[in-house]
């Protein structure tokens, strides 16, 4: 006789829903970064974030039950910080520095709540929206995709067995331990998970995480998610995103004002980080423009995240610029974090290896892999370029360029404008797969 | 928090053992066939068994520890047939055949014992004996094989951690898969379990089980594996085996008496059983030799299953001998069971396809392929040539010639005597891998 617990079997029949969030650590590092300096520097300012499915091919609003989406939203609103959370936010040591957050933010932060959502559908699309504080809607970045890319996996997964799943998974494992074992072979490699916000779920993104750090060791460098980084005792990985150089951008008043926004607001950062965490994000407004206007003190950094060029063109591109402000690139960081692979992460790895430090955050092809393992093929389970983006900052129109056209947001009369403030020429885009 | 099942997790402390054959009905189907007919026709006989293991590389005292072979026979021999196994085997129906065992023959199991075993270590390899009455020494083959291959696969893991075991499962699952989905492409595969003996551990054993049935349906004809076939409502599948000719040719008194043994076993064989049970198992002395001397009346059987010969060159010399006989082999039965993997099912499936009936009998290569899916690899999961095979019947030596010479069993004298008695050239030997 098997033996069932049955209490456990009975609390099971009892659920009304499976969270897929569960916790407001759940959550990217960078967002906790950003969100101090924001509270610290933009309290008042007002942003909205748009949800944006660049792969427009999948109608994921067929795909998603809207009534499980709601009450996934709102239940990821119902949670709060528990207090061991924020007593390892306050104690633990991040990039080697203690306290990186401030009492007083810390104080803020333990009231915080998810704000309020906009939830409409349209052409088979869900038109989800955050408007507010700023401090309030960027939270919903992380878990708003988590949300919905794990929903459309469980939407995906309906109608198998028992028996199915175990193969899917065990499939997606053997894969997942295939990639793993090619990392292996790279001896100084350095790379960390990026892969919340499009995992295909909340434990396959823990059992990868898992996977890097059994082979890896001391060469998996941690994890975006902060839960998992203090669940398993890594370091939480991260600095910052878009979102700042945008809503400064945004913000700007005149052209000249436009134009210095990119460095403006790594003064901003640099007045709140310091060491590892000054990592230039150079590709929001163009790369090129960004390095030929950049100031001197820029090269003072300790690395670049190239996030939308070709990862070799990119790198080059920037080792470039350090080699004609007189920097050796053997002391500044490169970190890889676009739509990496492992056929991508071996190629950039070989091509920059002993020419630059360099690391990789690696994302949606580490926690959503699943083309191929089920049992006969299922476009559900590929995953699609979903993104959470600021729409306007104070009522003001937000806009991305990025090195690829392909992942440029924003109303096309604003995109021109930026195009020529920037001098950043349009280019062809590439396909955006994840 | 995770609710764990105190109870379990306590009683999971109390485990002296844990037991690999928990059933009497954990046994290979023919066993029970051959068991009813040796119970009804000779039951004074004495036979002794021996443990033989063909891979002289390996050395499996040195793997296997002895307390924990002696703790699993014991366990085994304090097994009884439980009600409602003995219910089942009196109320199931075998081969579309009801009350295949006899009510007697079903009175007297009941009460059956395993008898004692000897075991000894020499030169790395144990030397494992069961003497005694036929009817109870030819029971322990199977589990004794079963046994020892789960103890040496349980060796070979000991020093796993979880997350490398969750790895190597997951990657035997991918691997298991993809031969499933090669056998899926044949549209008229018949194939069924015959991996008791040889498998890794029962409860892959039982995975491997239910992934043939989930992907084949009913080309998926059973397994030999009397518990699983009840525990998974599925035909129970085998009819005889070796031991049948060679005790009979043991027990010849003349050579003439010896040259007829293999017929003499048929003939008894049809008074027990008809139908799909009547297979020829042709090799014992020499599939040629067997065709040479054999009655017309064996082109009435079934089919064949030839054992040890090539199985493209032994379904072909069995198809022209039912055509000298004027018999059309589409209306005849081949089983394949000899070391097959899905290359050779493959192989052999198109080569017959539409000229015979055939079916596979799919043994190690189904139940313990873990080459290649070890975190390193591990050659302690590799599976070896492992038999228990008839050593004498009543003091006499008993021999099997086999297709193979390296299949071989016996004194070299009495091979010798064997091989000019049925005329049977000695051959090149073909490496036994499994």
């Given at each position: 006789?098997?033996?069932?617990?049955?209490?456990?079997?009975?609390?099971?029949?009892t659920?009304?829903?499976?969270?897929?969030?569960?916790?407001?650590?759940?959550t990217?590092?960078?967002?906790?970064?950003?969100?101090?300096?924001?509270?610290?520097?933009?309290?008042?300012?007002?942003?909205?974030?748009?949800?944006?499915?660049?792969?427009?091919?999948?109608?994921?609003?067929?795909?998603?039950?809207?009534?499980?989406?709601?009450?996934?939203?709102?239940?990821?609103?119902?949670?709060?910080?528990?207090?061991?959370?924020?007593?390892?936010?306050?104690?633990?040591?991040?990039?080697?520095?203690?306290?990186?957050?401030?009492?007083?933010?810390?104080?803020?932060?333990?009231d915080?709540?998810?704000?309020?959502?906009?939830?409409?559908?349209?052409?088979?699309?869900?038109?989800?929206?955050?408007?507010?504080?700023?401090?309030?809607?960027?939270?919903?970045?992380?878990?708003?995709?988590?949300?919905?890319?794990?929903?459309?996996?469980?939407?995906?997964?309906?109608?198998?067995?028992?028996?199915?799943?175990?193969?899917?998974?065990?499939?997606?494992?053997?894969?997942?331990?295939?990639?793993?074992?090619?990392?292996?072979?790279?001896?100084?490699?350095?790379?960390?998970?990026?892969?919340?916000?499009?995992?295909?779920?909340?434990?396959?993104?823990?059992?990868?995480?898992?996977?890097?750090?059994?082979?890896?060791?001391?060469?998996?460098?941690?994890?975006?998610?902060?839960l998992?980084?203090?669940?398993?005792?890594?370091?939480?990985?991260?600095?910052?995103?878009?979102?700042?150089?945008?809503?400064?951008?945004?913000?700007?008043?005149?052209?000249?004002?436009?134009?210095?926004?990119?460095y403006?607001?790594?003064?901003?950062?640099?007045?709140?980080?310091?060491?590892?965490?000054?990592v230039?994000?150079?590709?929001?407004?163009?790369?090129?423009s960004?390095?030929?206007?950049?100031?001197?003190?820029?090269?003072?950094?300790?690395?670049?995240?190239?996030?939308?060029?070709?990862?070799?063109?990119?790198?080059?591109?920037?080792?470039?610029?350090?080699?004609?402000?007189?920097?050796?690139?053997?002391?500044?960081?490169?970190?890889?974090?676009?739509?990496?692979?492992?056929?991508?992460?071996?190629?950039?790895?070989?091509?920059?290896?002993?020419?630059?430090?360099?690391?990789?955050?690696?994302?949606?092809?580490?926690?959503?892999?699943?083309?191929?393992?089920?049992p006969?093929?299922?476009?559900?389970?590929?995953?699609?370029?979903?993104?959470?983006?600021?729409?306007e900052?104070?009522?003001?129109?937000?806009?991305?360029?990025?090195?690829?056209?392909?992942?440029?947001?924003?109303?096309?009369?604003?995109?021109?404008?930026?195009?020529?403030?920037?001098?950043?020429?349009?280019?062809?885009?590439?396909?955006?797969?994840?």
């Amino acid at each position: 006789m098997v033996a069932i617990d049955i209490a456990t079997r009975v609390w099971n029949h009892t659920f009304k829903l499976d969270p897929i969030v569960r916790s407001l650590l759940d959550t990217d590092f960078y967002k906790l970064l950003m969100l101090q300096m924001i509270w610290g520097l933009h309290g008042e300012t007002d942003v909205t974030f748009r949800l944006i499915n660049r792969t427009r091919t999948v109608r994921v609003a067929d795909e998603v039950d809207e009534g499980e989406l709601r009450a996934q939203l709102d239940h990821a609103r119902s949670i709060r910080f528990s207090k061991r959370e924020m007593i390892w936010l306050a104690g633990n040591t991040f990039y080697g520095e203690r306290q990186i957050f401030r009492p007083a933010f810390l104080e803020w932060l333990k009231d915080f709540q998810l704000p309020p959502y906009e939830l409409a559908k349209r052409d088979g699309q869900y038109e989800l929206m955050f408007r507010g504080r700023w401090t309030d809607t960027m939270m919903w970045e992380i878990p708003a995709l988590a949300i919905i890319n794990e929903l459309r996996s469980r939407s995906a997964m309906k109608s198998y067995r028992r028996f199915e799943l175990d193969v899917l998974y065990a499939r997606a494992k053997a894969k997942m331990w295939e990639k793993v074992e090619r990392l292996d072979k790279l001896p100084a490699i350095r790379i960390s998970d990026f892969g919340t916000r499009r995992r295909h779920s909340f434990l396959w993104q823990r059992w990868c995480v898992e996977a890097l750090k059994e082979k890896l060791g001391s060469r998996f460098i941690g994890s975006s998610n902060v839960l998992l980084a203090m669940e398993a005792d890594l370091e939480a990985i991260g600095t910052n995103a878009h979102e700042l150089p945008m809503v400064a951008a945004a913000l700007a008043e005149t052209e000249a004002d436009l134009r210095e926004a990119p460095y403006r607001v790594l003064k901003e950062w640099q007045s709140w980080y310091g060491g590892n965490l000054l990592v230039v994000l150079p590709d929001a407004f163009g790369t090129a423009s960004f390095l030929e206007r950049a100031p001197d003190w820029v090269g003072d950094w300790t690395g670049f995240r190239p996030d939308s060029a070709p990862p070799i063109e990119g790198g080059e591109a920037i080792m470039d610029w350090w080699r004609s402000k007189g920097i050796d690139p053997r002391d500044k960081l490169l970190v890889f974090s676009d739509g990496m692979d492992i056929g991508t992460i071996e190629e950039t790895y070989r091509h920059f290896d002993g020419r630059v430090r360099m690391s990789f955050g690696w994302g949606t092809n580490l926690t959503n892999d699943f083309r191929g393992v089920a049992p006969e093929e299922n476009l559900g389970l590929h995953p699609i370029s979903l993104v959470c983006k600021v729409m306007e900052a104070n009522g003001r129109p937000a806009v991305k360029l990025s090195d690829n056209p392909a992942k440029a947001t924003g109303r096309p009369e604003d995109i021109e404008r930026y195009r020529r403030v920037f001098g950043t020429a349009a280019k062809i885009p590439r396909e955006v797969t994840v």
